[in-house]
């Protein structure tokens, strides 16, 4: 007998790279979870829930370039709906594997469970329609057709697809075949007149930079971008979505851009050139420090992922690819631009009997990171604290700034390190969005990884005092918990754990967590309100913030 329709989707899953499928089992789900369980070559990742399995997908596609989630019906896949969205936000392509009750049990409108008891049973496929770039529900005859039209949308698009499995359809003999489907091209004569125009607006400027976007490390274009950057030795600033895209020790690196906000001297220099060259730059709330970035449309070119902007010019049908490919070929012409030279953070503040202080915290984990770290931090004070930290060869700095949904730091970490157990994993993350999804740190010695985790408690959600009207209102007040045993009550057996609260005890936990050997987990608790300069500036543009 041939392939059924799991083993078919599951076998051009691993064609294209995919080796782990995060995800809960469900009796619904059963058939593709035997599948995967059953597959040479492919491992199932259980999580603590469903929203965590898609949150470490999301971490797994950011060092991978994609990943997979399976879910059970309507339960299970509502409760991941939030990282998926993520995911889409983000353009990182997922494949949402969600089993269905069987098609006799949909076509008789049977009322079981997971169900609303309304005898529907397409609710939730439609639910997932604005999150996802593609969906299918899952047949014999569609398989072999649907299962090639999904994986090239995912990957033309780098967004997830949703994939329903009725349960005895899973089961099923595929009917029939269908090749990969060719990637896109773009238009030659839209391709030829972009790069033309890129091209002549270069020439003519006297001073230029690159601004270059998280679009390019996801479709997996970064060393493209960087043999552009090196060869025509234009500078290159980051935005805080972007960060670490280029590696920051190259020579071209001014610094981290942010509009009024910060870096006052890089935000000259930027917005002071005769030309800004964007390649997948977005300009969000927190890329463009609280929209006060001012970039004039007439001097910026963006080239974005299907399409290219040149001044007022926009050229559709274009493929970002291709066009680094055209303009690296041409040889653009080697600019000698004065540049501000890119600054961390310095040295940290405070000796050895002292409260941790922002000053000291953020600059002491800056002396922290090495060369190829794997840096996950989450969304609000501790993200913005180390956004200008300078991150040492090799080393990449991950925070979900769009979609940003607390509790995505500790599971997006789990993925991240599964994808490249060899490297350092780092997961620095406040409290209160430890405490949405803290179980998660059980699968990292269950699979056998040392992440090095730093949990800050001070003592609620500082990000959200500073951007509330009322920042002692107690809807920003916390449960007490006892984070750093945390690992200990979670089975993670043997770890280094530590609760600081001076500068001394911060250093000391830092060197042991780096010689232990083992997993580390080390409680940082600061004043309430020790915010890094950007929180506090963050704070400060409330005006331009939600204008």
Same mark, same amino acid.
């Given at each position: 007998?041939?392939?059924?329709?799991?083993?078919?989707? %599951?076998?051009?899953?691993?064609?294209?790279?995919?080796?782990?499928?995060?995800?809960?089992?469900?009796?619904?789900? /059963?058939?593709?979870?035997?599948?995967?369980?059953?597959?040479?070559?492919?491992?199932?990742?259980?999580?603590?829930?469903?929203?965590?399995?898609?949150?470490?997908?999301?971490?797994?596609?950011?060092?991978?370039?994609?990943?997979?989630?399976?879910?059970?019906?309507?339960?299970?896949?509502?409760?991941?709906?939030?990282?998926?969205?993520?995911?889409?936000?983000?353009?990182?392509?997922?494949?949402?594997?969600?089993?269905?009750?069987?098609?006799?049990?949909?076509?008789?409108?049977?009322?079981?469970?997971? !169900?609303?008891? @309304?005898?529907? /049973?397409?609710?939730?496929?439609?639910?997932?329609?604005?999150?996802? &770039? #593609?969906?299918?529900?899952?047949?014999?005859?569609?398989?072999?057709?649907?299962?090639?039209? %999904?994986?090239?949308?995912?990957?033309?698009?780098?967004?997830?697809?949703?994939?329903?499995?009725?349960?005895?359809?899973? !089961?099923?003999?595929?009917?029939? !075949?269908?090749?990969?489907?060719?990637?896109?091209?773009?238009?030659?004569?839209?391709?030829?007149?972009? !790069?033309?125009?890129?091209? #002549?607006?270069?020439?003519?400027?006297?001073?230029?930079?690159?601004?270059? $976007?998280?679009?390019?490390?996801?479709?997996?274009?970064?060393?493209?971008?960087?043999?552009?950057?090196?060869?025509? @030795?234009?500078?290159?600033?980051?935005?805080?979505?972007?960060?670490? %895209?280029?590696?920051?020790?190259?020579?071209?690196?001014?610094?981290?851009?942010?509009?009024?906000?910060?870096?006052?001297?890089? +935000?000259?220099?930027?917005? $002071?050139?005769?030309?800004?060259? $964007?390649?997948?730059?977005?300009?969000?709330?927190?890329?463009?420090?609280?929209?006060? =970035?001012?970039?004039?449309?007439?001097?910026?070119? @963006?080239?974005?992922?299907?399409?290219?902007?040149?001044?007022? #010019?926009?050229?559709?049908?274009?493929?970002?690819?291709?066009?680094?490919?055209?303009?690296?070929?041409?040889?653009?012409? +080697?600019?000698?631009?004065?540049?501000?030279?890119?600054?961390?953070? $310095?040295?940290?503040?405070?000796?050895?009997?002292?409260?941790?202080?922002?000053?000291?915290?953020?600059?002491?984990?800056?002396?922290?990171?090495?060369?190829?770290?794997?840096?996950?931090?989450?969304?609000?004070? *501790? *993200?913005?604290?180390? =956004?200008?930290?300078?991150?040492?060869?090799?080393?990449?700095?991950?925070?979900?700034?769009?979609?940003?949904?607390?509790?995505?730091?500790?599971?997006?970490?789990?993925?991240?390190?599964?994808?490249?157990?060899?490297?350092?994993?780092?997961?620095?993350?406040?409290?209160?969005?430890?405490?949405?999804? =803290?179980?998660?740190?059980?699968? /990292?010695?269950?699979?056998?990884?040392?992440?090095?985790?730093?949990?800050?408690?001070?003592?609620?959600?500082?990000?959200?005092?500073?951007?509330?009207?009322?920042?002692?209102?107690?809807?920003?007040?916390?449960?007490?918990?006892?984070?750093?045993?945390?690992?200990?009550?979670?089975? &993670?057996?043997?770890?280094?754990?530590?609760?600081?609260?001076? &500068?001394?005890?911060?250093?000391?936990?830092?060197?042991?967590?780096?010689? &232990?050997?083992?997993? #580390?987990?080390?409680?940082?608790?600061?004043?309430?309100?020790?915010?890094?300069? %950007?929180?506090?500036?963050?704070?400060?543009?409330?005006?331009?913030?939600?204008?």
């Amino acid at each position: 007998m041939g392939k059924t329709v799991i083993e078919h989707v %599951l076998s051009r899953l691993q064609d294209i790279g995919i080796r782990d499928v995060f995800g809960v089992a469900g009796d619904f789900a /059963f058939p593709i979870n035997d599948a995967v369980v059953n597959c040479n070559g492919m491992r199932w990742v259980g999580s603590c829930n469903e929203l965590n399995a898609a949150y470490s997908a999301d971490g797994y596609a950011r060092i991978h370039g994609m990943a997979a989630l399976c879910t059970t019906y309507a339960v299970g896949e509502l409760s991941a709906i939030n990282g998926v969205a993520g995911a889409y936000a983000e353009n990182l392509p997922i494949f949402h594997l969600v089993g269905m009750p069987a098609s006799r049990t949909q076509a008789e409108r049977r009322v079981v469970h997971h !169900t609303l008891g @309304n005898g529907e /049973f397409e609710l939730f496929y439609k639910m997932a329609e604005p999150v996802v &770039c #593609a969906r299918a529900i899952m047949t014999p005859e569609n398989c072999a057709e649907e299962t090639e039209r %999904l994986i090239a949308a995912a990957l033309y698009h780098r967004r997830p697809v949703y994939m329903a499995f009725p349960t005895d359809y899973a !089961t099923s003999p595929v009917v029939g !075949t269908a090749p990969p489907r060719p990637e896109p091209k773009s238009d030659p004569d839209a391709l030829a007149a972009a !790069t033309t125009a890129i091209l #002549a607006a270069l020439s003519e400027a006297r001073t230029a930079c690159v601004l270059p $976007g998280s679009l390019v490390s996801r479709i997996g274009l970064t060393a493209k971008v960087r043999d552009l950057i090196t060869t025509s @030795n234009l500078p290159f600033a980051t935005m805080l979505w972007d960060k670490s %895209l280029l590696d920051e020790t190259l020579p071209n690196y001014v610094g981290m851009y942010d509009g009024k906000l910060m870096n006052e001297e890089v +935000r000259a220099f930027i917005e $002071g050139s005769d030309l800004v060259l $964007g390649i997948g730059a977005v300009l969000t709330d927190f890329n463009s420090g609280s929209f006060t =970035a001012n970039i004039e449309r007439s001097k910026s070119i @963006n080239v974005q992922h299907h399409s290219v902007r040149v001044g007022e #010019a926009v050229f559709n049908n274009v493929e970002m690819k291709d066009v680094l490919v055209k303009l690296t070929a041409a040889r653009i012409a +080697r600019k000698d631009i004065k540049t501000p030279k890119a600054q961390g953070l $310095g040295k940290p503040v405070g000796k050895p009997d002292d409260p941790i202080t922002a000053d000291y915290l953020y600059a002491r984990w800056e002396q922290m990171l090495k060369e190829d770290d794997i840096l996950v931090t989450e969304t609000g004070t *501790s *993200s913005m604290g180390l =956004a200008f930290a300078r991150m040492p060869k090799g080393s990449t700095f991950y925070n979900q700034t769009l979609w940003g949904s607390i509790g995505w730091a500790t599971p997006a970490a789990f993925g991240a390190a599964m994808a490249s157990p060899g490297r350092r994993v780092i997961l620095i993350t406040g409290e209160g969005s430890h405490q949405l999804t =803290a179980q998660e740190v059980s699968q /990292f010695h269950r699979f056998g990884l040392k992440p090095l985790i730093f949990v800050l408690n001070n003592d609620g959600y500082l990000i959200e005092r500073l951007l509330a009207k009322d920042p002692e209102s107690y809807y920003n007040d916390l449960a007490k918990w006892h984070y750093h045993k945390l690992p200990e009550a979670l089975g &993670c057996d043997g770890w280094m754990t530590m609760r600081v609260t001076t &500068c001394g005890e911060l250093d000391e936990a830092i060197r042991m967590a780096e010689s &232990c050997g083992t997993g #580390a987990y080390v409680e940082v608790v600061t004043d309430k309100y020790a915010a890094s300069p %950007l929180s506090k500036k963050m704070h400060e543009s409330l005006a331009t913030l939600y204008a």
